[in-house]
């Protein structure tokens, strides 16, 4: 059972989760071994994921170790129609289409819980949050969870604190593998060629200006200077802030940095970074763009409360003609511009990132019951076996300690 926008794009979709399949070598290996030993036999995986080539290929992975795969779109702009078409074809239960309203979102989260799910993948902690305030007969048979986003580890971190978190669950987003390649990297690149594709302005002699210097922000500042762009950070965090400084960025208070800025792309986590009193400052032809999780980085209500006018100027670009005659430029409705402008990250980082996700799911089941309803950090094991396949399946080799080694490094004396 599936509901998708169009079923006749599944060829156009299956050619893309093969190209992703193709750069995904790790997850392939994770996947011919699942396969053998088909450790999700007989349970039902739950998914809210950005529905794209990757996720894709990750459903399958879950699919070939006996899992019943179930899923929709975490975000109303980042499902891709084909993908979600050809994933359904290869038979897992698909509830995504590209627009979904608030009403449709929540509707697609109920249907995937609706397949009574006993493992559950979620990127902003929304399945988990459904089960845990809607459906909580599921709670019993939930053997546990693994979340893909800062947000999402933020969310889940407040229902433990509140002491009503009812199951295990495992932070991936926090597995080196994954915030040093994904966030880093995948987020640094697929931003900036977001922002690239739905504007085709040059970066290059621009001022760019980053809010928020945590994993995702530091990705976009280096990506921005190797184009060519004057890098403005903006932080609430000294130590972050002095990092920046370091890496030799200008650090500003955002009510400053609004005044120079050509391009501002947020990526806090956290709400209102860009208000009206930044709109008022800003340069006319300024572009805001998020990278952020939630669409609330930018105030885009009041952006539209202080428009004169509003129109499309081009796709993923919403041009607001401000009182004073100064135009300023939202991309992709102030969403995650990577997702909703782009194709999102690289197939080469999300294999690292969706190895942790297959093998903590994997975790998770092998330790059924031993855990306690808790955020875990991903372990070490995880970790470093994602690591050494990758380095493997990219044919690099690195040394190893010989004895004496491990013995002084582990010696007192
Ligand atoms: N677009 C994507 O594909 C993608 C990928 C990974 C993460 N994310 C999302 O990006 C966001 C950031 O993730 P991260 O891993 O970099 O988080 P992080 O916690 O490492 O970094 C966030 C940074 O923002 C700073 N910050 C918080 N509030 C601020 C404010 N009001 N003004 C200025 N700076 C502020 C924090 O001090 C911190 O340094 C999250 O919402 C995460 O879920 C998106």
């Keep these: 059972m599936s509901k998708v926008k169009d079923p006749a794009l599944a060829p156009q979709g299956e050619l893309k989760i093969e190209w992703a399949r193709a750069h995904m070598p790790v997850l392939g290996k994770i996947q011919a071994r699942f396969e053998r030993e088909l450790p999700f036999r007989g349970l039902t995986i739950g998914m809210c994921m950005h529905l794209e080539m990757k996720t894709a290929a990750l459903g399958q992975a879950l699919k070939a170790g006996g899992a019943t795969v179930t899923i929709t779109g975490s975000n109303p702009l980042s499902t891709q129609d084909d993908v979600a078409a050809a994933l359904a074809k290869s038979g897992a239960h698909v509830y995504a289409w590209r627009g979904v309203n608030p009403t449709e979102h929540h509707e697609n989260l109920l249907r995937v819980l609706g397949h009574n799910p006993q493992l559950i993948i979620d990127d902003g902690g929304e399945l988990s949050v459904a089960v845990h305030t809607e459906l ?28 009503l978190l009812k199951y295990p669950v495992i932070a991936v987003n926090d597995a080196f593998t994954k915030f040093l390649f994904d966030s880093q990297h995948g987020t ?4 900036l060629e977001g922002v690239m594709r739905a504007t085709n302005m ?3 002699g621009k001022t760019v200006v980053v809010g928020g210097f945590g994993w995702v922000g530091r990705g976009i500042a280096l990506r921005a200077k190797g184009l060519g ?26 009510k400053e940095a609004a005044k120079i800025g050509d391009i501002f792309i947020t990526a806090t986590g956290c709400n209102q970074i860009i208000t009206s009193q930044h709109f008022e400052e800003m340069k006319d032809g300024a572009i805001l763009a998020n990278s952020g999780h939630y669409d609330v980085e930018v105030d885009v209500k ?47 980082v999300m294999d690292m990132t969706f190895a942790d996700q297959a093998l903590c799911a994997e975790y998770l089941v092998k330790n059924k019951r031993k855990l306690e309803p808790k955020v875990y950090g991903v372990p070490p094991e995880i970790d470093k076996a994602t690591a050494s396949l990758w380095l493997e399946t990219h044919n690099l080799r690195i040394d190893s300690l010989s004895r004496e080694q491990s013995e002084y490094l582990g010696s007192w004396k």
């Design 229 to 254: 762009a004057k890098v403005v950070v903006t932080e609430v965090d000294p130590v972050r802030a002095l990092e920046a400084v370091m890496e030799g960025y200008s650090v500003l208070p955002m």
């Design 302 to 348: 009041r952006l539209r409360e202080l428009a004169a006018s509003t129109r499309i100027a081009r796709l993923n670009v919403e041009e607001f003609k401000m009182k004073d005659g100064r135009r300023l430029y939202l991309l992709a409705e102030g969403r995650l511009v990577n997702l909703a402008a782009g194709d999102g990250h690289p197939a080469e």
């Design 188 to 191: 640094g690149q697929s931003a």
């Design 136 to 163: 909580q007969q599921l709670i019993p048979q939930m053997i546990g969870a693994c979340e893909e986003t800062t947000t999402g580890v933020h969310r889940y971190r407040a229902l433990e604190k509140d002491g």
């Design 202 to 204: 040059l970066i290059a």
